[in-house]
C-alpha cells in the first residue's frame, strides 16, 4: 500500500486506467500497395491533430517489427513516424490449445503483439485472418490495414475527441458530429423529417421526427462507439491479464442506455407514422407492435403496415425489448460469466490454502483478531472460491433472457454493430413504405 504524506493509501491490484495509447503493430507483407499508403496517409492527419494537443490526450503509435527494414522505409518516405519493436519467440504467454492452431509465423506475431501490448495487428496476408478468432482470445484485434482508420476513430472518440475521416474538422463538437461524419446512418430520419416538411405536417409531427433525426439517432450513434471503445479496453484488460478491472460497469451503463435507445427508436417511429398519417391514436398507446395501432394502420397505410409486420423486424424487435423491459423495469443490463460447477464444493480449509498460495493470508494478520478480520477472511474465500469456479469458464460476456417462453443466451458486447445496423434496416424500410404511401 501507498505510504503518502504519513498516510497509508489502500490499493487494488491487478487493476489499470484506460489505455491513452492505441498501438498498431504492422505486419506486412507489401506495404507499397496504394490502399495501405493511402491509409497510412489519412492515418497521419488525424496524429497530427492528436500531436496538436497539450497536454495530451491520447496518441495512436505505429510499431514495426526491427527486421522489418522494407516497411520501416516505407515508412519514412511516406512521413509516418513508427515505433521499432522486437520480434519475441517466448510462447509461455499463450495457452496450448490456441499454440496448437496458429503457424510458426503466427506464433512470433501473436507473442510479439503481447509483449508490446499491441491493441491490432496489421496483416495483409489473407490466410491469416480465419485465425482473428484465437488473437481476439488474447486480447488483440487481427485485421487489414483497411479497418484500421475504423479502429482508431472508435478509440479517440472514447477519449472524447470527435473525428471521422469522412469529415475531417479540428475542435469539432459531438454536437452535430454525426449528422457531417455518418449522413448515410442518419438517412432515414432527415428524409423523414423532409417528407413532413414537403407535405406541411403539423409543427407538433415535425417536432417528431426533427426528434428522431438529430436527438435519438446520434444518440444511438454516439453510445454506440462508447461501448464499441470499452470492448476495445476490455481487450487491454485481458491481455494485461487484470483480474479486477474488465471495464464491466462502464460497459453495463452504457449497454442499459443503448437498449433503451434502440427500443425508443421502433416506437418513436411508430409515433411519428400515427400523427403522419393522421391515425387518430392516443400517442401514450402507440408502440411498434401495438395490436391497436397495427390494425388501423393495416386499415389505412396497408404497405407501410407491411413494413412493421415484417418476419425479421418482428424478430428483432422482441429480441430487443426483452433486453429493454429488463433494464427498465426488472435489473442491469450487466454480461455474466456462465462457469461450470466444481466436482465438489472447496471447504474452507482448502479455500485457505489457495489463499495461502496466492500471497493474500498476509494481509490477515494486520487485522486485530475479531469481526473485521473473519469479514475480511470470508471476503478472499468468496474471491478463492470464484477463482476455482472461472478455471471451467463456459461462456463468457453472456446475458440471459426469456423470449416467447424459451430461455436463450445472447451475447449483447459481440451484437453491439450488429442491433445498430437491424435497427437502420428497420428505419430505412419504415421511411421508404411512408414514401410511396404519400406519393
Request: proline share 5%.
Amino acid at each position: 500500500m501507498p505510504f503518502i504524506r504519513g498516510k497509508i493509501i489502500p490499493k487494488v491490484e491487478s487493476t489499470g486506467r484506460t489505455k491513452r495509447a492505441f498501438d498498431a503493430l504492422l505486419w506486412l507483407k507489401d506495404a507499397e500497395r496504394p490502399s495501405t499508403l493511402n491509409t497510412f496517409d489519412e492515418l497521419e492527419q488525424l496524429r497530427a491533430y492528436l500531436n496538436h494537443f497539450d497536454p495530451p490526450i491520447c496518441a495512436v503509435r505505429i510499431l514495426i517489427p526491427v527486421a522489418d527494414q522494407k516497411t520501416r522505409a516505407i515508412m519514412n518516405d511516406i512521413g509516418v513516424p513508427a515505433l521499432s519493436v522486437e520480434s519475441v519467440q517466448d510462447l509461455s504467454r499463450i495457452s496450448k490449445p490456441i499454440l496448437g492452431k496458429l503457424s510458426e509465423e503466427l506464433r512470433t506475431v501473436a507473442v510479439t503483439a503481447i509483449a508490446c501490448d499491441a491493441d491490432c495487428v496489421i496483416a495483409d496476408t489473407m490466410e491469416w485472418f480465419p485465425y482473428a478468432e484465437e488473437f481476439e482470445k488474447l486480447g488483440i484485434f487481427l485485421t487489414s490495414p483497411e479497418l484500421l482508420l475504423r479502429q482508431c476513430e472508435i478509440f479517440v472518440r472514447g477519449h472524447d475527441v470527435p473525428w471521422s475521416f469522412s469529415y475531417k474538422t479540428w475542435f469539432q463538437t459531438w454536437t452535430g458530429f454525426y449528422h457531417f461524419s455518418e449522413g448515410q446512418t442518419l438517412a432515414p430520419g432527415t428524409k423523414l423529417l423532409n417528407l413532413c416538411v414537403t407535405t406541411k405536417a403539423s409543427s407538433g409531427t415535425v417536432e417528431i421526427a426533427r426528434s428522431l433525426a438529430y436527438n435519438r439517432l446520434e444518440s444511438l450513434c454516439f453510445t454506440r462507439d462508447r461501448l464499441l471503445f470499452y470492448e476495445m479496453q476490455k481487450a487491454v484488460a485481458k491481455r494485461r491479464r487484470w483480474k479486477r478491472q474488465q471495464f464491466s460497469s462502464e460497459l453495463s451503463y452504457f449497454l442499459n442506455h443503448y437498449y433503451l435507445l434502440l427500443y425508443g427508436a421502433f416506437d418513436h417511429i411508430a409515433v411519428l407514422v400515427n400523427a403522419l398519417f393522421k391515425l387518430g391514436l392516443d400517442e401514450k398507446r402507440v408502440s411498434a407492435r401495438n395490436p391497436e395501432f397495427l390494425s388501423v394502420l393495416k386499415g389505412k397505410v396497408p404497405g407501410l403496415h407491411a413494413a412493421f409486420d415484417k418476419p425479421e423486424h418482428v424478430t428483432f424487435i422482441r429480441r430487443i425489448g426483452a433486453v429493454r423491459h429488463q433494464a427498465a423495469h426488472r435489473a442491469v443490463v450487466s454480461p455474466q460469466r456462465v462457469v461450470q460447477e466444481p466436482d465438489h464444493e472447496p471447504t474452507p480449509d482448502e479455500l485457505d490454502e489457495d489463499i495461502r498460495k496466492a500471497g493474500l493470508g498476509d494481509v490477515l494478520s494486520f487485522l486485530p483478531d475479531g469481526p473485521a478480520r473473519q469479514q475480511f477472511r470470508e471476503m478472499l474465500r468468496y474471491n478463492a472460491r470464484m477463482a476455482r469456479y472461472e478455471r471451467e469458464t463456459l461462456m463468457e460476456d453472456v446475458l440471459l433472457i426469456e423470449l416467447e417462453g424459451e430461455w436463450c443466451f445472447i451475447t449483447p458486447l459481440v451484437d453491439t454493430a450488429w442491433n445498430f445496423e437491424r435497427c437502420l434496416c428497420f428505419l430505412n424500410d419504415v421511411v421508404d413504405a411512408c414514401s410511396e404511401a404519400l406519393r
